[in-house]
Every structure is written in structure tokens, then in C-alpha cells.
């Protein structure tokens, strides 16, 4: 391990723009934003790096979207993604260039490929962070996560190594706003990696057909209320046009798949409106949808603490609460309701 780094060679904030096949994943927006703050605490750029086929459009995205700087890495041996190249470019460039901060986000590539650049080049890498922050008075990154199994937090300094290095939950920032007015450097970097290097191809690429929750505009979850039985959480988002839920009884119990888990240990969703059903509240559940804009709890518990966080509560029994609502918002559409009564 080499000796303790000097902070004063290390500078910016870079942030990675995770793509595939030239769509940008809503979570790179996100750190833009959250980058553009801590940059701006340090008194530091704010660089986004891009790795494609083809990312000149991407790039000039990142500018609008508050970047200072961009590098681009261009080359066929990118697309589709592989850890093996991808982390090796970025090392690459880590090495060359000494960023003081570099934000993944926490997908399954930022996951897949942030430890390749962590443990050679010996950055301080915080996992799954949900809060970002730097130090008044050292300007060192503030890196917030849940900790044993969600039930506290943890804020992490990396004070003796460079870069600090954060995967970051998807969902939990606003995304960066657009300003057609802002100019920043693009700056084509040479690529270091080629096929020949590669160790995998790729020979089939399978898509899961679980849509990202931290997407959807509309969300109705469920939880341990509803006894192993989903199809009133799911009927009911069918009729919304929304996606499907689950506090982590639910998944722990195997009733939901743990792609649509929200809450410290799951995703972290940002609708416009949240149904919450047979959900009790716990702090654990409540982080990862605190940021809904509209919150409605049912709830046969009177006094489960949900109902202090939700906008509009029901009690009742969400078997007989939620078909209800979900006549009423077919009848609204004008859809044709059928009924077994």
C-alpha cells in the first residue's frame, strides 16, 4: 500500500454517466445535481465522464445538465457493457488525472465495476450511499448509508486515500435541471483499453422483466398486511398505470420480487403518488419513499405510524379498501368494470 496521499494533488468531482446504447441511466442526472453542490462547497470542477461507442451527444447533455468538464471515451470495445474494459478505462484516467471525488451510481454496472477502480489505484469506495455531503472545514466527502441491515445510518470519511470514491443509491437526488445556456469543455480522451484486453465477450444479453420502480410516476406497495396476496397491489396499479411494490417483509417472505423493495436496504422512489397498503411504517420503509409527493396509506391499524406520514389515510381492510378503488378509477377511465357480487 503506498504511503498516505497528499489531498493538495487531488481535485474536482467527477461523476460517471452510466449508459446503454446511447440511453442515460436517470440516476447519472441525479449525481449531476448532487456533484454540482459539492463542487461548488470545494471550490472544485465538476467533470462527468462518459464511456461509449459514440458519446458526443451524451456529453453535450452533461454540460447542459451542470458539468464543467466532460471526458469522452470512445470506442466500440464500450458497448455493451463489460466490467473488464470499462473499469479499466476508468482507472486509467483516475490515475492520470487524481480526481478528489468520484460518484457511481449504485446500478447494477456502477456496482459491477466500481471495485476494479477502487482496489488498484487504493481510493476509499463508500457502497450504496443514500446522503452526500462535504466537510466544512477539510472539505472531505460526507458519505451517508444504512448500516445493520438498515435499522441505523452511517456517515463514512476516507481522510488517508484519493480518490473517495461513492456508489450512490438511485432515486434519492432530483435529477439535474437543463440549462441550454451553460458551456463547459469537452475533452475526447484517448482510449487505453481495446478488445484484445478483453477476458469476456458477450454472446446474449437477457433483459429482466421487472421495470425500474425508481422510474415510475405512480407506485402502490404492499407489505406485510397483505398476507402473501399481491393481487389487490397489483390490480390496482394495472388500473393507475403504475408499478408495483413492496416493503422488505413482503420480499423477505418472498411474495414480491427484491427489484421492487423500497426502503433503506431497497430502492429509493420519488412519485407523484405513493399508495401504501398494509404497510405499518417502519423508519426503515419510510426513507425510501419519504421524497413521494403525494402519500396514501391503508391500514386496518388506527395507529400504524404510516398514517403519520401520508397524506391521505384509509382504515380498513385493504381486501375490501382497495378493489373499491380500483373500480372507481376504471369507472373514471371510462373502462368497462366487471364484478363477481
Known amino acids: 500500500m503506498p504511503a498516505d496521499v497528499d489531498p493538495e494533488d487531488y481535485e474536482d468531482v467527477w461523476v460517471f454517466i452510466e449508459q446503454h446504447d446511447g440511453e442515460v441511466a436517470k440516476v447519472s442526472w441525479e449525481l449531476l445535481n448532487e456533484g454540482r453542490k459539492l463542487a461548488d462547497k470545494n471550490g472544485e470542477r465538476l467533470v462527468a465522464l462518459v464511456m461509449s461507442e459514440d458519446g458526443q451527444e451524451i456529453a453535450e447533455e452533461a454540460v447542459v445538465r451542470g458539468a464543467d468538464h466532460v471526458l469522452v471515451a470512445d470506442d466500440p470495445v464500450f458497448e ?37 477502480v477502487a482496489v488498484p489505484t487504493y481510493a476509499g469506495l463508500t457502497a450504496d450511499c443514500t446522503e452526500l455531503d462535504v466537510e466544512e472545514d477539510t472539505g472531505l ?152 409527493k403525494t402519500v396514501v396509506a391503508v391500514n386496518s391499524d388506527e395507529n400504524a405510524p404510516i398514517f403519520e406520514n401520508a397524506d391521505y389515510g384509509i382504515v380498513g381492510d385493504l381486501f375490501e379498501v382497495l378493489p373499491e378503488l380500483t373500480e372507481r378509477v376504471r369507472e373514471a377511465k371510462g373502462e368497462e368494470v366487471t364484478s363477481d357480487d
Open 80 to 116: 455493451p457493457y463489460r466490467a473488464g474494459p470499462y473499469g479499466a478505462q476508468f482507472r486509467d484516467l483516475v490515475e492520470e488525472r487524481n480526481p478528489d471525488i468520484a460518484l457511481i451510481g449504485g446500478t447494477h454496472t456502477g456496482r459491477d465495476f466500481a471495485g476494479r
Open 141 to 292: 466527502l460526507l458519505a451517508r448509508r444504512p448500516t445493520f441491515g438498515g435499522d441505523a445510518m452511517a456517515t463514512i470519511k476516507c481522510t488517508t486515500h484519493r480518490p473517495q470514491m461513492s456508489t450512490v443509491r438511485a432515486g434519492v437526488f432530483d435529477p439535474a435541471d437543463r440549462d441550454e445556456d451553460r458551456e463547459g469543455e469537452i475533452e475526447h480522451v484517448e482510449v487505453t483499453v481495446d478488445e484484445d484486453d478483453a477476458h469476456s465477450r458477450i454472446i446474449d444479453r437477457v433483459v429482466s422483466d421487472v421495470v425500474d420502480i425508481t422510474d415510475a410516476e405512480i407506485v402502490v406497495a404492499g407489505g406485510f398486511g397483505t398476507e402473501g396476496d399481491f393481487s389487490p397491489i397489483e390490480d390496482l396499479a394495472d388500473a393507475l398505470g403504475g408499478e408495483v411494490a413492496a416493503s422488505r417483509e413482503a420480499v423477505e417472505e418472498g411474495w414480491a420480487e427484491p427489484a421492487r423493495q423500497v426502503g433503506q436496504t431497497g430502492k429509493t422512489v420519488r412519485p407523484e403518488l405513493y399508495i401504501a397498503a398494509g404497510i405499518s411504517g417502519a423508519i426503515q420503509h419510510l426513507e425510501g419513499m419519504d421524497d413521494a
